[in-house]
């Protein structure tokens, strides 16, 4: 039945949303849930029946409610109108490993070996079922490639900024992170769809960070060498060719 289907959509991306809140919360912290007011351990159980922490009583942040609503959202969205290059599940499942990446790169400012592993594993099967094996390592190896010039080119400037400045500058534009994520999306994208991705991110990432400097110098709270994520900007590079873009004839 068409509802029942539905609804069972609805409730596998409400699953995977509550999957992705848990996998954001655990794996930067060595898979142990923790409250991110107060530090103070959450049962495994206390976690999932959303109850407020034990210790400072609050309760889960806006985010995990934000992810929880979008992906029921999206489950409702793909299930009326699929993904064409991936399919329904293929789309839900790249969208919850995108999900994982996103919200972690956003808090912690990391990409983790484990994510990764995963995304290598999705993002290999998924590029091989949609352009074949040789586009799909050739994207790999341009995205790896391309972003690692990229890496270089930001660790030699801030290097010669340093001693421009004669003071230690930390934070650089891209980390080594970055260039895993692009060979992962490489493999999604394939060759030559990876070079499309990146320019996309490219654009997203200059805007981006021209909003988020306009902004903190309206607010006074600028601070020089501050990193932004660039995970997210590749990711949404990656969405629109997977997702919006129409396929090429």
């Known amino acids: 039945m068409p509802i029942l289907s539905l609804f069972a959509v609805i409730i596998t991306g409400l699953a995977l949303g509550m999957i992705i809140n848990f996998l954001a919360d655990t794996l930067p912290d060595g898979f142990r849930p923790t409250c991110r007011h107060c ?10 029946l959303l109850k407020p922490c034990a210790y400072c009583k609050r309760k889960q942040p806006l985010r995990f409610w934000i992810v929880w609503v979008t992906f029921a959202a999206l489950g ?15 789309g839900l499942i790249l969208m919850a490993y995108f999900g994982v990446v996103f919200v972690i790169d956003m808090e912690h400012k990391l990409i983790l070996r484990q994510t990764n592993v995963a995304g290598v594993l999705i993002c290999g099967y998924l590029g091989w079922r949609m352009h074949g094996v040789q586009a799909t390592l050739l994207g790999g190896a341009a995205g790896f490639g391309i972003m690692l010039v990229l890496y270089y080119f930001g660790v030699l400037f801030t290097r010669a900024l340093s001693r421009r400045r004669e003071e230690s500058v930390d934070e650089v534009a891209l980390g080594f992170g970055d260039v895993s994520l692009s060979l992962i999306l ?13 320019f996309f991110a490219v654009l997203a990432g200059g805007l981006g960070s021209g909003i988020y400097l306009l902004v903190n110098k309206l607010t006074k709270g600028y601070e020089d060498f501050t990193a932004i994520p660039y995970a997210p900007f590749l990711l949404f590079g990656a969405v629109v060719l997977i997702f919006v873009l129409p396929p090429a004839p």
């Open 186 to 198: 490489g493999l999604l994208l394939g060759w030559p769809g990876i070079t499309a991705g990146l």
């Open 39 to 48: 530090s103070a351990p959450w049962t495994i159980r206390e976690y999932f």
């Open 76 to 90: 409702v969205a793909f299930w009326f109108f699929p993904p064409e290059r991936v399919g329904m599940w293929g």
